[in-house]
């Protein structure tokens, strides 16, 4: 067992500048590939529950397709309201064409 980190995907799969919702036990999540890094938050917007991977990634940006929040890739946290909330942020590891992903304590 590799230290709760769960397979989520291929790294082929999400190509730059793109988005792919996943579970992780249980947990919807959001895996978002910026400029070929990877990083992963909650994919459920803490305004009213949006489905982040629906909406649109500027840079290190996801914006909630639903009312507009945006919320930074990197950290999790808000960065333009309604959404005053952060989501949860996962670490990714990749191995050999495997991306996997754990919740960060």
């Given at each position: ?26 947990e ?53 309201p ?24």
């Amino acid at each position: 067992m590799s230290e709760n980190f769960v397979k989520v995907a291929e790294a082929n799969e999400i190509a730059p500048s793109s988005m792919k919702a996943v579970e992780v036990e249980g947990e919807k999540v959001c895996i978002i590939n910026t400029e070929g890094t990877l990083y992963a938050i909650g994919n459920i917007c803490t305004h009213v529950g949006g489905p982040l991977d629906e909406g649109t990634l500027e840079g290190y940006e996801v914006e909630c397709p639903w009312h507009g929040s945006k919320f930074d890739v990197r950290t999790g946290e808000p960065t333009k309201p309604p959404a005053v909330r952060a989501v949860p942020k996962y670490e990714v590891k990749i191995d050999g064409n495997n991306i996997l992903v754990r919740k960060q304590k």
